[in-house]
């Protein structure tokens, strides 16, 4: 398994952005697929964007397509989301997750797919 912390949240204004950051520790983060998940206040956990072990292919939920966008830069072993045009309802705690994967360029999406997660990083979107 990996260790993960994630940075970056805060509260902002709707329609401003953020930039979360999720670094990976333990092991490169080349041979692990990476998601990011969040969690509305009374909500279950849901699926938000993901991108495979190199970057190649990535995919987002339905709310947040067009806006956000998930990157990794290897050399720091790092996984971002970029979150643009901010909307109240994405006000959640933000969860960065990782699987080990190998060679593989599958997608994952669910959250038992992963097995390693970060403690979270609150975003609050205001209106």
């Known amino acids: 398994q990996v260790q993960l912390v994630e940075s970056g949240g805060g509260l902002v204004q709707a329609e401003d952005f953020l930039r979360l950051s999720c670094v990976v520790s333990g092991r490169t983060c080349t041979n692990y697929a990476m998601g990011w998940f969040r969690q509305a206040h009374g909500k279950e956990r849901e699926f938000v964007a993901t991108?495979?072990?190199?970057?190649?292919?990535?995919d987002y939920a339905d709310s947040v397509k067009g806006r956000f966008t998930i990157s990794r830069e290897i050399a720091k072993n790092t996984v971002y989301l970029q979150m643009n045009s901010l909307k109240p309802e994405d006000t959640a705690i933000y969860y960065c997750?990782?699987?080990?994967?190998?060679?593989?360029?599958?997608?994952?999406?669910?959250?038992?797919?992963?097995?390693?997660w970060g403690q979270g990083t609150q975003v609050t979107v205001s209106s």
């Open positions: 997750a990782a699987r080990y994967t190998g060679y593989s360029t599958t997608i994952f999406r669910r959250i038992s797919d992963f097995d390693s």
């Open positions: 991108i495979t072990n190199r970057g190649i292919i990535t």
